[in-house]
């Protein structure tokens, strides 16, 4: 039995969010009917064949009355209906959620947008990179390429968390709607797409007063980059390849140490052994002598040794397409064979007792259209208002740092309780950076601090698992076991829980029980290679271009590869939630960074015969092409171009005639090259960025401000950010009055109540309560070390 073989989905989208969200469904059992375009250009992208798989296909005249009528018929033997359409098209043709919740009040209906569904930019174009561009995104690239401003960024991050949202909102949708029969709107954005990848600097930005170091070293904008972190650092071995490391903790720095031979620095007077530091001269000298050091060997050398020992993060750069053949890839089931040859993304997790079944390429419909007809689903008898989808729900997250922490705080924004279990002291990202990351990523739970290792502390964090509905951890294969709540001890104590456990490489290739961090499925997924156009030199570097290439690595590799995991996260657990409400069994679900960064780098990560290449930015990271680029305006400012579609074409040509400019010809964009640029450019130096935005959005082109802003700005100033609520005053125990990151999916088009992020163990008395253990007996805890309380 599959998650979701009741499910029926009506798709109305076109391009990868909607695409990608309603794959990840059908390959999870939903039967998903695919409205087709006649002119939609994005059916024909290279990674179109993958997103449509498992569907059917069906033609509808909706510029008609009978189309209407037919779209109707469907609506009402549909489960869902997910669209991407404008917000004004929906209201044009009658198809907004206050139109059509009236006919079909049974269906969950999911709106995926642009810029949001309402606000000043609502009806900008749907374009990932606009949407970068205008948060101020490419900003964070800058110094990428030689020369000055914003930078194309390449990864289409936004698009792989806003179909992760898009997903994740339906499924929490149906799953509430199991209870009363009722639908509702879902709606997300590629805009709320972008706000998993703020992690702090929004905080730090607030609190620039108390802490003005710590700002600018969260959200960098410097025109060079600065010299990696000494355990995060990029290198290149003898054979000229180049490495990545990501040994974030002293523990994981000091096995790097013992197998490059580099071990004498701890016994420096100066090393800080917590920060990995040392002063800034010596610093300097050290960072040298690593970086020799591994020129010394080639990469398959160093990864052979790495690997063998067993505690190093490590890895070698690749691109996508060589990361279809990664060990770890394969043996996970994150590729699978088709019938043409090739190969595609596989499942986006694995659901141990319903799993995945990726259908086979899409086809003519035959049949569902008019089963769908012949039986409608029954209007829902129950009305009155409605909390979150998610209230009611209970998950106890074991989990550190970044990615599962991240994925658990989604939860909570959609209604769940979630409470985090942490080790005495505290999840140690508290400690890092002030703690504004953490803020970040615990958002909205409750916090409980046990000693795990002790027989109490063991009963008390079992006692949570078994009125619990969901557990996540991010344990390493053999560790849970260890710790007395591996799956089939806690089934022994709740055998309908949902059990998801996400780790780096997955449990059955061979860095099964290796360490990962954020950079590592970076570099190894193919994201980091293709933000630098796949052109790193392959000649062995001296020092000063080292250092160069090193820092620029660092910049390319940011912090998405976690986001882009959270997001799977999320999605993940709701599978499981959903196959629970139609078998009545829990079960356990895998999950890993590199299969979700595989997801993340979507639109390569896939081969067949006749497949086009990757399409690369040009040599100075503009763009992709004359018409999908940045260009230079007046006064120093960067404005970013997205004219895609003929429509667009002849609506720039016009806007800007009208405007009194010499325009070229609307054919030019079909092949223009280097002297469209050229005109082009010439163009937008005759006036400031903010001239051309507001020029060309009122005539439906899309162009943004490139340069206007950091993204931390953004989201908390722009009037777009502000209209769709995207920031929420919240008070934390110890930080005070902040405004915490809004939500990446809003449900009924209410901008939930959102909670602050608790302080370590701030819940102990009140859950273990809960549990039934007295006020003297949490005392007693609290006094022999078994829970641990932050109190400043």
Not at 134 to 146: E, I, K, S
Not at 222 to 249: C, E, I, K
Not at 329 to 354: E, F, M, S, W, Y
Not at 759 to 765: E, I, P, T
Request: aromatic letters at 6%.
């Amino acid at each position: 039995m599959n998650a979701l073989n009741d499910i029926r989905i009506l798709d109305l989208t076109s391009g990868p969010a909607g695409g990608i969200a309603t794959m990840i469904l059908a390959d999870f059992g939903a039967q998903v009917l695919t409205i087709e375009r006649p002119d939609d250009a994005l059916a024909h992208l290279p990674a179109a064949r993958m997103w449509r798989r498992g569907k059917r296909l069906l033609q509808l005249d909706l510029a008609s009355a009978e189309g209407l009528s037919d779209l109707h018929q469907l609506c009402a033997g549909a489960d869902v209906l997910i669209c991407n359409w404008r917000t004004s098209a929906l209201v044009r043709k009658g198809l907004d959620y206050a139109s059509i919740s009236v006919r079909h009040p049974h269906l969950v209906f999911c709106h995926i947008s642009g810029f949001g569904s309402h606000g000043p930019r609502a009806d900008y174009p749907a374009y990932e990179h606009l949407v970068a561009a205008c948060t101020g995104r490419m900003r964070l690239f800058a110094g990428l390429c030689d020369r000055e401003g914003p930078v194309f960024s390449a990864l289409q991050v936004g698009v792989h968390a806003t179909s992760q949202s898009a997903a994740s909102g339906v499924l929490a949708a149906l799953f509430a709607r199991r209870k009363d029969g009722r639908g509702r709107l879902v709606e997300t954005s590629l805009l709320q797409g972008l706000l998993p990848y703020e992690q702090g600097a929004m905080l730090a930005q607030q609190f620039h007063d108390l802490h003005p170091d710590l700002y600018p070293a969260m959200q960098s904008a410097t025109p060079l980059p600065p010299m990696p972190s000494l355990y995060y650092h990029p290198a290149q071995a003898g054979d000229g390849r180049w490495m990545q490391f990501g040994n974030l903790m002293p523990h994981l720095f000091d096995h790097f140490l013992m197998a490059t031979d580099l071990i004498d620095i701890v016994a420096d007077p100066d090393w800080n052994a917590t920060q990995m530091l040392l002063p800034p001269a010596k610093h300097e000298a050290f960072r040298e002598r690593m970086l020799k050091r591994i020129q010394e060997r080639p990469a398959d050398d160093w990864m052979s040794d790495f690997i063998a020992d067993g505690g190093i993060v490590a890895t070698a750069h690749q691109t996508t397409q060589q990361a279809l053949n990664d060990p770890d890839i394969v043996a996970n089931g994150h590729v699978i064979k088709r019938d043409d040859g090739g190969v595609q993304l596989g499942p986006l997790c694995r659901l141990t007792r319903t799993p995945a079944v990726p259908g086979s390429d899409a086809i003519a419909d035959d049949g569902f259209a008019q089963a769908w007809r012949s039986d409608p689903r029954p209007d829902p008898a129950a009305s009155g208002e409605r909390g979150l989808p998610l209230a009611g729900v209970r998950v106890v997250e074991l989990a550190t740092i970044i990615a599962a922490p991240l994925g658990a705080s989604f939860l909570a924004d959609m209604g769940a309780d979630v409470i985090k279990v942490e080790q005495i002291g505290g999840d140690p990202y508290r400690g890092l950076g002030l703690g504004m990351g953490s803020a970040r990523v615990n958002a909205g739970k409750r916090s409980v601090s046990v000693d795990l290792k002790s027989a109490a502390g063991k009963e008390i964090v079992l006692g949570l698992i078994k009125q619990a509905d969901v557990l996540i951890h991010n344990f390493r294969p053999g560790v849970p076991e260890r710790l007395g709540i591996g799956y089939a001890q806690v089934c022994a104590v709740n055998p309908s829980i949902v059990y998801l456990q996400s780790n780096g490489y997955g449990p059955d290739g061979p860095g099964a029980l290796r360490p990962s961090t954020h950079p590592v499925p970076g570099a190894a997924m193919g994201g980091v290679m293709y933000q630098m156009r796949e052109a790193l030199p392959e000649a062995v570097q001296d020092m000063e271009d080292l250092r160069l290439w090193t820092s620029r690595l660092m910049r390319a590799n940011e912090v998405n590869p976690d986001p882009n995991t959270a997001m799977v996260v999320c999605t993940s657990v709701l599978l499981g939630l959903l196959a629970r409400s139609s078998t009545g069994e829990g079960q356990q679900i895998l999950i890993d960074m590199f299969g979700a960064n595989a997801y993340a780098n979507h639109d390569d990560f896939l081969a067949y015969p006749g497949k086009k290449s990757r399409a690369m930015a040009d040599e100075l990271m503009h763009g992709l092409a004359p018409g999908y680029r940045l260009y230079p305006a007046a006064g120093g400012q960067w404005i970013f171009l997205a004219v895609v579609s003929r429509r667009e074409q002849r609506r720039f040509v016009d806007a800007v005639k009208q405007a009194g400019f010499e325009a070229p010809p609307d054919d030019a964009f079909n092949g223009g090259g280097d002297e469209l640029v050229a005109q082009l450019t010439a163009l937008f130096a005759q006036r400031e960025g903010q001239y051309w935005e507001d020029l060309l959005t009122v005539s439906g082109v899309g162009c943004v401000r490139a340069d206007a802003c950091l993204p931390s700005e953004f989201w908390l100033k722009d009037p777009q950010s502000q209209a769709l609520g995207l920031t929420q005053s919240v008070s934390h125990p110890q930080l005070g009055e902040y405004r915490r990151h809004g939500t990446n999916v809003v449900f009924d088009g209410e901008v939930a109540n959102l909670k602050p992020p608790p302080s370590a163990g701030q819940h102990n008395s009140e859950l273990l309560s809960q549990l039934g253990y007295s006020a003297a007996e949490i005392a007693a805890f609290e006094a022999d070390g078994t829970i641990w309380r932050e109190t400043s």
